[in-house]
């Protein structure tokens, strides 16, 4: 049985064992949940608030890293093709290449690097959930920073404000989250187990 799966994350856990339909399911499924995410949209200046960054997080931390960032590679491919999944509905390589591109691109690494670390149990306990989510978190940042800086031409000490300062509370928030609902998962399925 071929799986791309590490039964140390926790749907791996739950959903054991994994084959490979399940897991193209999952990797699917989950691309899904990121265009769903992308339509909650807070319209604040040229980088919109969405719920993607959390989606993305959570898709690494639940898939692990291979299939967390396969599963954000496919929606971002399903965007580049014109699918509506990008923020608002929108969809297209331009919107992919514009000034939001950054953040979008970063997403498949974020993915990664959660998933890596669920895979050696940092989202088993809540801090070293939230590290997990907050390095993820500023890789995305960044990536949208340095990416919005060069394609708007404008200098990165003045594009900070629009494109990282401005989503760290919010950023906090779904770190938070995120970093509660995983161990807590855990504990669920724990308990399922022992009720066996």
Known sequence: MHTLSQADTLIGAALAPLDRTRSVSLVFGFSLLVALSAQIVIAIGPVPITAQTFAVLLTGALLGSRM????????????????????????????????????????????????????????????????AMAIGSVLIMLSGWAWFSLVTNTPMAVSFQTTVLTFIPGDLIKILLAAALLPTGWKLLQRGDQSR
């Open 68 to 131: 967390g960032a396969a599963a954000i590679i496919i929606y971002l491919a399903e965007g580049a093709i014109g699918l509506p999944f990008f923020s608002g509905g929108r969809g297209g390589l331009a919107h992919l290449l514009g000034p939001t591109g950054g953040y979008l691109v970063a997403f498949p690494a974020a993915a990664f690097i959660t998933g890596a670390f669920a895979e050696h149990g940092w989202d088993k306990r809540f801090l070293t959930a939230a590290a």
